[in-house]
Nanobody
């Protein structure tokens, strides 16, 4: 069982920056099973950025060049640096461990991009 705690959301102006954090605890062995997803009202969760099993980074097309995933295997924490945010980035962001089918999820953190 893996527990996730994601945080760092809030209100940010278009073009601004925000940094989300997620710390995992429990039966976790590597951050290379972790990633970020987001959910718009009435929609299913979609990938934002995640690590592959080989430790590479995978991004949704909509955030490439603006968002960066990073992490620390020493304390099982990952971050999502969000730069040049747009109104269409407004969503609830969720940390994930182990994939979408059978993985664990954080409680979510709301990001609102508005002037």
């Amino acid at each position: 069982q893996v527990q996730l705690m994601d945080s760092g959301g809030g209100l940010v102006q278009p073009g601004g920056s925000l940094r989300l954090s997620c710390t995992a605890s429990g039966r976790i062995f590597t951050i290379y099973s972790m990633g970020w997803y987001r959910q718009f009202p009435g929609k299913e969760r979609e990938l934002v950025a995640r690590y592959t099993n080989e430790g590479r980074q995978r991004y949704a097309e909509a955030v490439k060049g603006r968002f960066t995933i990073s992490g620390n295997n020493a304390n099982y924490t990952i971050w999502l640096q969000m730069n040049d945010v747009k109104s269409e980035d407004t969503a609830v962001y969720y940390c994930n461990y182990g994939g979408t089918a059978f993985g664990s999820w954080g409680p979510g953190t709301q990001v609102i991009v508005a002037s």
